[in-house]
């Protein structure tokens, strides 16, 4: 971890690969593939955490409607998870990204045991420079990756450019709460939902449906008990990331959850 003067100087993005290229295994064995946060579709619904996270890139893949032989971009794509899963629904090919380079070595390494490799592959880039040309993809998603991007109209202008007119963009994002304190505020920023369509719109994109789905990502209970039992019983790793007091909030939040909102958005090019 860096400190002092040297912490003071660093960017979001130097902070978030930081975070991603140290911690993204301890995540991994808390929470399982998926980076993301889990769905749950009723009270009745008492998935485990990995069950439930595939579950909400269910749901993306039906807001993305995928056609055969279209090829999609994954902005932000973690260990390649939710991009195998979309590439195992659908014939179509995928490319993530992720400015974690330790994540996109270890997605790669993923897609060639899971043979995979032909169809879906990973690169280095920041979401704010896409090495593509224009027009270059007719689908993409941000999964869970625009928390961590401050100039957000930055980046889904730059997400449009790569896509073909006519393509569809579907965010999945977490929105922020009036009067709540909200945990690793120094890599995520986000609005809250009352303003999240004007950046959208203010990126050229048209707004088809936008879905605050925060209470089907609630965990029952019986699946918050088990992770905050899996937190303490990792407290060591986890307050290596994350700071004491960090991780206290980040405990407190698994038992009550109420910090941060979540949506689906499904966005066009035209
Ligand atoms: C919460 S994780 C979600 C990962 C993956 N979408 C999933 O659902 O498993 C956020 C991801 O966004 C990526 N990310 C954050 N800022 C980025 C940026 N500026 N450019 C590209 N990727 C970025 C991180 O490296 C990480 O892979």
């Excluded at 088809?208 to 965990?219: C, E, F, M, P, V």
Aim: glycine share 6%; charged share 25%; aromatic share 8%.
């Amino acid at each position: 971890m860096t400190s002092g003067a040297q912490a003071n100087e660093d960017t979001v993005e130097d902070k978030v690969v930081e975070f991603y290229d140290n911690f993204t295994e301890v995540f991994r064995e808390i929470w399982g593939d998926n980076l993301h946060v889990g769905y749950w579709h009723d009270a009745a619904d008492e998935a485990p955490v990995e069950k439930a996270t595939d579950q909400l890139t269910d749901q993306l893949i039906a807001r993305l409607a995928p056609r055969q032989g279209q090829r999609i971009l994954d902005v932000g794509c973690g260990i390649g998870e939710p991009a195998f899963r979309l590439a195992r629904a659908a014939a179509v090919d995928v490319v993530g990204v992720s400015i974690s380079r330790y994540q996109v070595g270890r997605a790669n390494e993923r897609a060639g045991a899971l043979d995979l490799a032909g169809r879906v592959s990973f690169q280095y880039a920041d979401a704010a420079e896409l090495p593509f040309p224009d027009a270059s993809f007719d689908g993409a998603w941000a999964f869970e990756s625009l928390i961590h991007m401050p100039d957000k109209e930055k980046v889904l202008r730059e997400i449009k450019r790569v896509l073909r007119p006519g393509s569809t963009l579907v965010l999945a994002d977490m929105f922020s709460q009036p009067d709540t304190e909200l945990t690793f505020q120094d890599i995520i920023t986000t609005p809250e939902m009352s303003d999240y369509r004007a950046v959208i719109e203010q990126a050229g994109l048209v707004v088809q449906d936008i879905t605050d789905i925060t209470a089907n990502t609630l965990a029952p209970q019986s699946v918050r008990d088990g992770i905050a039992a899996d937190l303490l019983a990792r407290k060591d790793d986890v307050i290596a990331m994350t700071g004491p007091e960090e991780f206290e909030r980040m405990v407190d939040g698994v038992r009550v959850p109420k910090a941060y909102g979540y949506l689906l958005a499904t966005v066009t090019t035209d």
